[in-house]
């Protein structure tokens, strides 16, 4: 398989893989997420949008030399065509900069001129916030889509970087990270001469 067969990568997983690559792992492999929704060739975009006063509706992009494919749900044309990317609750992340970038950097592929800045738009406050799109958001946008099309069902991701992300993890059936954690423990106590007993025994010879 060449570079060139590898698939393009859906804009929302960039979000995905920031959040916690072992996530994107078991949404990817273990089909836990429809990944083949219908793609559209951006230059047929007038096709495949429908605009309301200065907005625009769903604009279906996909960029080859990106290796990118994503669907921008809704695009202010004021003067230039900015894209605006709705969050449900209070607050937004990094990763959401950055999937906010890779729509820019798409539309841009597209519209054959810079974009430079896009809109996160939060549910839970009503407000908006002007995201300028910077070298860091380009570079990271870049790093991470190489780093999803080489990821291979036989190479697992670590757990999160911070467990409290598990508590919010829909594939956390899969993952099962506070298992694994206590039979680690558990082997680490077996390597070191620890007694063969349940991990959950914590009672003495006087408790009993
Ligand atoms: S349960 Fe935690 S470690 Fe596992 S995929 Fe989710 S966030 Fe990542």
């Given at each position: 398989?060449?570079?060139?067969?590898?698939?393009?990568?859906?804009?929302?997983d960039l979000?995905?893989?920031?959040?916690?690559?072992?996530?994107?792992?078991?949404?990817?492999?273990?089909?836990?997420?429809?990944?083949?929704?219908?793609?559209?060739?951006?230059?047929?975009?007038?096709?495949?949008?429908?605009?309301?006063?200065?907005?625009?509706?769903?604009?279906?992009?996909?960029?080859?030399?990106?290796?990118?494919?994503?669907?921008?749900?809704?695009?202010?044309?004021?003067?230039?065509?900015?894209?605006?990317?709705?969050?449900?609750?209070?607050?937004?992340?990094?990763?959401?900069?950055?999937?906010?970038?890779?729509?820019?950097?798409?539309?841009?592929?597209?519209?054959?001129?810079?974009?430079?800045?896009?809109?996160?738009?939060?549910?839970?406050?009503?407000?908006?916030?002007?995201?300028?799109?910077?070298?860091?958001?380009?570079?990271?946008?870049?790093?991470?889509?190489?780093?999803?099309?080489?990821?291979?069902?036989?190479?697992?991701?670590?757990?999160?970087?911070?467990?409290?992300?598990?508590?919010?993890?829909?594939?956390?059936?899969?993952?099962?990270?506070?298992?694994?954690?206590?039979?680690?423990?558990?082997?680490?106590?077996?390597?070191?001469?620890?007694?063969?007993?349940?991990?959950?025994?914590?009672?003495?010879?006087?408790e009993h």
């Open positions: 398989m060449t570079e060139h067969d590898l698939p393009l990568v859906n804009t929302s979000n995905q893989y920031l959040y916690c690559p072992r996530r994107l792992y078991y949404l990817m492999f273990y089909h836990t997420q429809g990944l083949n929704f219908v793609l559209a060739d951006g230059r047929s975009k007038h096709a495949h949008q429908s605009r309301r006063g200065q907005w625009y509706r769903e604009m279906y992009l996909r960029s080859e030399k990106l290796h990118l494919h994503g669907k921008i749900d809704l695009l202010e044309g004021k003067t230039n065509m900015t894209p605006v990317e709705r969050k449900h609750g209070t607050s937004f992340f990094d990763n959401d900069e950055v999937q906010l970038a890779a729509y820019c950097m798409l539309l841009e592929d597209y519209l054959d001129e810079p974009v430079r800045m896009g809109y996160l738009y939060l549910f839970g406050t009503n407000e908006r916030y002007a995201i300028t799109i910077t070298d860091w958001h380009r570079n990271k946008v870049l790093q991470v889509v190489e780093a999803i099309r080489t990821m291979s069902l036989d190479r697992i991701p670590d757990f999160a970087d911070n467990p409290k992300k598990c508590e919010k993890c829909s594939t956390v059936q899969y993952c099962l990270p506070e298992e694994t954690r206590m039979l680690q423990e558990e082997s680490a106590r077996m390597e070191h001469g620890g007694k063969d007993q349940p991990a959950n025994s914590k009672l003495t010879d006087k």
